[in-house]
């Protein structure tokens, strides 16, 4: 308890039982260290967002900054990736992409900011939209290859 969630536990020989040094109180829910990296990925990309100016992301990084103890450092703030995309056949919801900055150019395709390229391609596949990469070159061919790699080992 003292390593993984940081309670303020003591021990005391003479009694030989832990007790606390300072007042504490269990989490409502734990967070394994998969989900923790997880919510500072969040937090981070929600930090980056905010500094461009959507100050919801900002807010919500606090918030997930809080839940996975994560200080956040606000002089550090990347610059984003763009990828400019033709979305295919019947037009379905785009909620999902949300989470990204998206302008709507005016040949109908659309670019969209973002900033961890493993998590725009993971949610562009869960999207169930059918979408053409047009540029960068480089995300068309690190996304195939991420799906090589991924159907090699089905």
């Known amino acids: 308890?003292?390593?993984?969630?940081?309670?303020?536990?003591?021990?005391?020989?003479?009694?030989r039982g832990y007790w606390y040094e300072k007042e504490f109180t269990l989490p409502s829910f734990f967070l394994s260290e998969?989900?923790?990296n997880m919510m500072r990925s969040l937090a981070e990309q929600c930090q980056?967002?905010?500094?461009?100016?959507?100050q919801k992301y900002g807010n919500q990084a606090d918030i997930l900054g809080k839940i996975t103890e994560t200080k956040l450092n606000s002089n550090v703030v990347?610059?984003?990736?763009?990828?400019?995309?033709?979305l295919i056949g019947e037009r379905k919801s785009?909620?999902?992409?949300?989470?990204?900055?998206?302008?709507?150019?005016?040949?109908?395709?659309?670019?969209y900011a973002f900033f961890e390229p493993d998590l725009f391609i993971?949610?562009?596949?869960?999207?169930?939209?059918?979408?053409?990469?047009?540029?960068?070159?480089?995300?068309?061919?690190y996304m195939k290859q991420r799906l090589s790699d991924i159907l090699a080992k089905l």
């Open 34 to 36: 998969n989900e923790k």
């Open 94 to 111: 785009t909620a999902v992409l949300d989470y990204f900055i998206c302008e709507k150019n005016a040949d109908g395709t659309y670019t």
């Open 48 to 54: 980056n967002i905010g500094a461009f100016g959507y």
């Open 78 to 86: 990347k610059e984003p990736y763009f990828a400019k995309l033709e």
């Open 122 to 141: 993971s949610v562009m596949i869960a999207s169930n939209l059918e979408f053409r990469i047009l540029s960068p070159t480089w995300l068309k061919e």
């Open 1 to 15: 308890m003292r390593e993984s969630m940081n309670a303020p536990l003591v021990y005391c020989g003479r009694k």
